[in-house]
C-alpha cells in the first residue's frame, strides 16, 4: 500500500495519514467539518478542492467534531472504503478517544456513563432525561461513554473518554450532568476559557483495503492542556 506523498501547505498543517483508500486530518478548534454556510470555510471544501486534481477525487466524512472540538477527523476515498469505514463506525468497531478538561473534577474518578439524550435543534442543545421515561420520547437516544480522571490540578482534571455512541454534544453533555462540566464549555456550564476544552486525540480502526489495524494519536493543540501534557 503506496502512501501518497504531495506537499503542500495544507498537507504539512493538517493531513495525519494519506493513502489511496483513507484520509486522516488533525481538525483545529473553531474549524468546521461541515457547514452549508456559503462564505464559511470548512475541513470537507479545504480537502475536496486539495483532492480534485487526483485521479481519486472522491471523498466521504467518516466522523464528524462539532466545529469548537479540535482532533482527529477520517476521511474516505472511495465508495467502498466509506461503506467499510462506515460499518465499523455503526458496529462500534471503529475506537474514538478524547481528551478532555473538566472543572471540577468528576466525583467518580472513572466510571461507564449511560444517558438518554434528546436533541433541541431549534437552540442547538441536547439534554439528559431519565431513563424511565426514555421510551415515552421518540427522539431519545441512549448515550454511552468511559471516562478516566488521570490528573487532577486544583479545581481541574484531565480526563480520558471512549465513546462507545456518537450523539450530538454527547461527551459535553453526560460530563455536564456528572457536573463535571468541560472548561469551556459555556453552553453546559462550563467555566469560560479561549477554547472548548475537549480533543479528539485517538481513532483506530481496520484499513478497508489491507485489513491493517491502523492507529492515530495527536496531542491536543489547545493551551490549557499544557499543564497536563508538560509531565
Request: some cysteine; glycine content about 4%; hydrophobic content about 35%.
Amino acid at each position: 500500500m503506496k502512501q501518497l506523498q504531495r506537499k503542500t501547505e495544507f498537507s504539512k498543517e493538517f493531513i495525519i495519514y494519506e493513502d489511496n483508500a483513507v484520509l486522516v486530518c488533525h481538525k483545529p478548534s473553531g474549524l468546521a467539518v461541515q457547514t452549508r454556510q456559503v462564505a464559511q470555510k470548512d475541513l470537507e471544501s479545504i480537502l475536496k478542492t486539495y483532492v480534485s486534481s487526483s485521479q481519486s477525487p472522491y471523498l466521504a466524512i467518516i466522523n464528524r467534531l462539532d466545529q469548537p472540538v479540535e482532533g482527529l477527523v477520517l476521511f474516505a476515498r472511495t465508495p467502498k472504503a466509506a461503506a467499510c469505514l462506515t460499518s465499523q463506525l455503526d458496529n462500534h468497531t471503529l475506537e474514538k478517544g478524547y481528551l478532555a478538561i473538566t472543572s471540577p473534577a468528576p466525583a467518580v474518578p472513572a466510571q461507564t456513563l449511560i444517558d438518554y439524550l434528546v436533541r433541541d435543534g431549534r437552540h442547538n442543545r441536547s439534554f439528559v432525561i431519565d431513563s424511565a421515561h426514555a421510551s415515552d420520547l421518540h427522539n431519545a437516544k441512549r448515550a454511552e461513554l468511559y471516562y478516566q480522571t488521570l490528573q487532577v490540578k486544583d479545581t481541574q482534571a484531565l480526563v480520558k473518554i471512549t465513546l462507545k455512541t456518537g450523539r450530538h454534544h454527547q461527551i459535553r453533555v453526560q460530563m455536564a450532568n456528572q457536573k463535571a462540566p468541560l472548561l469551556g464549555d459555556t453552553k453546559y456550564g462550563g467555566l469560560k476559557n479561549t477554547c472548548l476544552c475537549l480533543c479528539s486525540h485517538r481513532l483506530a480502526f481496520l484499513h478497508p483495503v489491507s485489513n491493517t489495524f491502523m492507529e492515530f494519536t495527536v496531542p491536543p493543540k489547545n493551551p490549557a492542556f499544557s499543564p497536563f501534557l508538560s509531565e
